[in-house]
């Protein structure tokens, strides 16, 4: 078997490069489709996850980035820009580094991750906090875009969803078929769409149910929501920018796009991790938390081959597991007291 060589060398056929285009790529992408005994046991179904923190930033933007930065270095960007709740800012400014070229990012502050800020800060990018919310962040991004030299990278550019298409790709090759359900969290509704993008060109058509954070639902309620709010921050976001092409990938598969409260997508969280061994940060928990939901509604049916797109690493957003956890034990170094603070006795 051959080494994983990132998302453009593997589906190079079927992505907007040439042969001049320069490939900036960290070998993200050919990630895990791991199945899930618990959860299938729960559902009836046969559920896999596809786990997107195994790529190099820990999240699925990744796969979006290689293409976005490649193409940008190939059309002579110095300079990309992002707004960002967190991983799309990590990804862009890990790729900038391997292209040599400036990462600006505009978060809203206090409402990232802390890993994902260490993340843009250890690879140099330029950090704004904005005093906003992200879609005030977007749209700051896209004046400074159009008004001064710097690329935009959100997936508002074409080349972030061509690029994250390439899940869907995995999940085709690796079953022989699309399977029946495909369950996400959606945000800024890009990711739903990419996947939908993937399956159409692979002429295969599973459902795709999409989930929102109930206090950040734009696309279930029909209108935007000014002051989004959720525990989940990456999905924290009122005003999604791919919005028509979520509703199109929903009704085109015959699917359905929900709202989970944020206590099922902490649930669904501790599940993962202490049923699953599969550690992700609560907006990526929204899949699970919304497939089990969608099995209590019968919208998804015993049997079924379904899978749970889980977006990003635990480690991103450490806060949610430690909180709540009892605060570990202080022993001597003395078998016979750790022996009985471990219940072994
Ligand atoms: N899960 C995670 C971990 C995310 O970071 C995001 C989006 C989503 C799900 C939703 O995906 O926006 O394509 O519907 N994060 C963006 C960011 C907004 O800035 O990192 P979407």
Not at 19 to 47: F, H, K, M, N, W
Not at 88 to 117: D, E, F, N, S
Not at 235 to 259: H, T, V
Request: contains cysteine.
């Amino acid at each position: 078997t051959k080494a994983w060589r990132g998302v453009i060398e593997e589906y190079r056929d079927r992505l907007p490069v040439t042969a001049d285009t320069p490939v900036i790529t960290l070998l993200e992408g050919g990630t895990p489709l791991l199945p899930a005994p618990r959860l299938s046991q729960l559902t009836g179904c046969d559920v896999h996850l596809k786990v997107e923190g195994s790529n190099p930033t820990g999240s699925f933007k990744d796969r979006g980035m290689t293409l976005a930065i490649s193409r940008a270095a190939e059309e002579g960007a110095k300079a990309v820009i992002c707004a960002s709740t967190g991983n799309t800012a990590a990804a862009a400014a890990a790729y900038a580094v391997r292209a040599g070229m400036v990462c600006a990012v505009l978060v809203p502050q206090g409402k990232i991750a802390m890993g994902k800020l260490a993340q843009a800060l250890v690879h140099g990018a330029r950090l704004l906090q904005v005093d906003g919310n992200f879609d005030d962040c977007l749209e700051l991004a896209r004046k400074l875009s159009a008004d001064y030299p710097v690329a935009l990278v959100n997936s508002v550019n074409r080349y972030r969803l061509e690029g994250q298409k390439t899940a869907a790709f995995e999940i085709v090759d690796t079953f022989g078929a699309a399977p029946d359900v495909h369950c996400l969290p959606v945000g800024n509704a890009g990711n739903i769409s990419a996947y939908w993008m993937g399956y159409q060109e692979y002429d295969t058509r599973p459902r795709m149910l999409g989930f929102q954070a109930a206090g950040a639902a734009p696309i279930v309620r029909g209108e935007p929501v000014l002051a989004p709010q959720t525990i989940a921050t990456a999905i924290r976001i009122g005003y999604p920018a791919s919005w028509d092409l979520a509703i199109r990938a929903r009704d085109e598969s015959g699917g359905a796009i929900e709202a989970v409260t944020d206590r099922q997508i902490l649930a669904a969280y501790r599940l993962l991790a202490r049923e699953e061994g599969v550690f992700v940060e609560p907006a990526s928990a929204a899949s699970v938390a919304g497939l089990l939901q969608a099995r209590d509604e019968d919208l998804v049916r015993p049997g079924e081959r379904v899978v749970c797109t889980v977006t990003g690493h635990g480690l991103k957003d450490p806060d949610w597991a430690i909180s709540g956890a009892p605060a570990p034990l202080t022993v001597p170094v003395d078998a016979h007291a750790a022996a009985s603070a471990l219940e072994l006795t």
